[in-house]
């Protein structure tokens, strides 16, 4: 009995790890010009599934999405066959690697969904604790705490900003455990959507994690905050009067802390929007595929080429390396294995999440999509 216990625990641990350190990908040593921590994580949530139990099925919808997926690949590797190009062997192997963790947990059918739903608010909460710490060690304290320096020698982006100040305050912007406020925004809002994707209550974590994201100055934030709140599946149910209540209370006390604060960068960003570096960057990475040679436009110009320079952002990356054809396959084949889960409301969502998710080549983006297809695909069989 308390071997199964510590073996039931033991795996649940191997489930929080991988999580986790798939999410510190921010944490990259340029001594070795890599960054562990979520190639660590993949092998640590292959362990989880080793250790979990239950039958493996490969059914009919994973070997459409493969066969899709693979034909991408097949058409993305013309280009570079007749243009010697170098072979970029990390973004192969994370392609793979994530491609090996998306049909693995597709396939596991003794996966338990409560269990990862609970683990995925617990990573939740480290980032959201290591984000107050850092937010109140220098708004409260006056501490400049940051968390990666420290262990890679790089500092934070939002480090940069102390220089500006509103209403009185230096706009400092909180980042927890990633190098910038819009990989906060985008890890930890992705991570949010899966872990309440079945829920119709706003919970006092999840509130929390909606502040922190606006607490980041970020616009990214601001939108995907919206975008999430549409995906709610009762609106009236959330913005029921304990909740509206709780809501307001927590607006009041961010506002009469840092209202000029919010209100003055938030303005400022607005008014500055055209000249606003990561707005141009968004911008200039469509602008930039229209320089493509007629045959990487459309069958992409192969894995880990990059003859034009584009920010990891998901559209433009995947039209990049696997071109309009191949790239609207591989859309195409996850529109078949969500196509239980798609609404209008998730859809808005995943548009806003895309303008700075990240690529094929990045563990989260398979890690996010795992987890979800769990999710889904469980909460489907429930209706049926």
């Known amino acids: 009995m308390y071997g199964y216990i510590f073996s039931k625990s033991l795996k649940t641990f191997f489930l929080f790890l991988g999580i986790l350190l798939i999410t510190l990908r921010t944490f990259y040593f340029y001594n070795i010009g890599l960054s562990p921590f979520p190639i660590l994580g993949v092998f640590f949530l292959f362990i989880y599934l080793l250790m979990s139990r239950g039958s493996f099925l490969i059914d009919k919808k994973i070997i459409s999405w493969l066969s899709l997926f693979l034909v991408a690949i097949v058409f993305s590797m013309i280009d570079p066959l007749f243009n010697t190009k170098d072979f970029n062997i990390t973004s192969f192997f994370g392609l793979v690697l994530g491609m090996l963790l998306f049909i693995s947990f597709h396939c596991y059918k003794g996966l338990n969904e409560l269990e990862i739903i609970k683990v995925v608010k617990c990573v939740l909460l480290v980032h ?5 710490y850092q937010f109140i060690s220098f708004h409260i304290f006056g501490n400049l705490v940051d968390l990666i320096e420290p262990i890679t020698g790089h500092a934070q982006r939002g480090i940069g900003f102390i220089d500006k100040e509103y209403g009185g305050m230096a706009a400092f912007r909180a980042t927890g455990l990633f190098d910038e406020p819009a990989s906060y925004c985008t890890y930890v809002l992705a991570l949010t959507f899966v872990a309440y994707y079945n829920s119709r209550k706003l919970d006092l974590l999840e509130l929390t994690i909606l502040i922190s994201v606006i607490l980041t100055l970020s616009l990214t934030g601001f939108a995907l905050v919206v975008a999430y709140m549409l995906t709610k599946k009762d609106i009236k149910n959330v913005f029921s009067i304990k909740n509206s209540m709780l809501i307001l209370i927590g607006v009041v006390i961010v506002l009469s802390m840092f209202g000029d604060l919010l209100i003055g ?19 200039n990475n469509f602008s930039n595929i229209l320089e493509l040679t007629t045959i990487q436009l459309l069958l992409g110009s192969g894995i880990g080429n990059n003859p ?17 054809v191949g790239g609207g396959l591989i859309v195409l084949s996850f529109l078949m294995i969500f196509s239980n889960s798609i609404n209008y ?29 769990v999710l889904t695909y469980k909460h489907y069989l429930t209706r049926r």
């Open 308 to 324: 034009v320079f584009v920010v990891e952002y998901t559209f433009p990356s995947l039209i990049i390396t696997f071109g309009i």
């Open 265 to 283: 960068y938030a303005t400022q960003r607005l008014n500055e929007l055209g000249s606003d570096n990561s707005a141009n960057v968004r911008i």
């Open 345 to 373: 409301r998730t859809l808005i969502f995943f548009s806003v999440l895309s303008l700075n998710f990240y690529t094929l080549f990045n563990p989260f983006t398979w890690l996010f999509a795992s987890i979800l297809n």
């Open 128 to 132: 959201v604790i290591f984000f107050f």
